[in-house]
């Protein structure tokens, strides 16, 4: 049998996979109050879990971690690309090169949303459209790098970072189209 969840189904329920841990907070702009389009991929999930954050990426990566140093699994949420290049330092020299630069006494498992900005119905420009996947993979040595460009994608890659998470304490970014939360 086919699977007939959406795209943005499949993501509401990798979401409510998450959630169900105990230790899993979702953070960041928009996970507790309308705004974007993460806003919407959250609403099932009990307000406790979740996190409003303001405008300040390159702090919240950093809480992200140390969220998750003390055992809580964070879900860092970035409405675009865009905004996650703000948070580049934390993620590129802290999460990600946290388990060498403490020679494995401390690892981060901090699981990392963002979106391909939509360019359709309304193309929001160059600035919130950008795909940065590919560079991020060159940088990152110990972060694992999902790009979810099929709906059959996300659920199997959302479990495994959480995994990661979990048993590795490892980070994971993942990648997901904003254009095709609508369908």
């Not at 979740?50 to 970035?78: D, N, R, S």
Request: with cysteine; charged share 20%; aromatic share 10%.
């Amino acid at each position: 049998m086919k699977n007939k969840l959406t795209y943005k189904d499949e993501i509401v329920r990798a979401m409510n996979f998450l959630s169900q841990d105990p230790r899993v907070l979702f953070m960041g702009q928009s996970v507790a109050y309308p705004g974007n389009s993460i806003y919407r991929t959250l609403q099932t999930i009990d307000d406790n879990k979740k996190w409003e954050t303001p405008v300040f990426e390159e702090l919240q990566m950093g809480i992200a971690l140390g969220m998750a140093m003390e055992g809580i699994i964070p879900v860092t949420c970035y409405p675009r690309w865009d905004f996650l290049l703000c948070a580049t330092n934390q993620l590129v020299n802290h999460v990600d090169k946290l388990e060498t630069m403490t020679r494995g006494i401390f690892n981060g498992g901090v699981i990392i949303r963002t979106a391909v900005g939509a360019s359709k119905p309304l193309d929001s420009g160059v600035q919130h459209t950008q795909n940065h996947t590919k560079a991020f993979e060159y940088m990152l040595t110990n972060t694992e790098v999902h790009l979810l460009e099929h709906k059959d994608q996300i659920y199997p890659a959302y479990e495994k970072a959480y995994r990661r998470a979990v048993d590795a304490k490892r980070p994971s970014l993942l990648v997901e189209y904003g254009e095709y939360y609508s369908h």
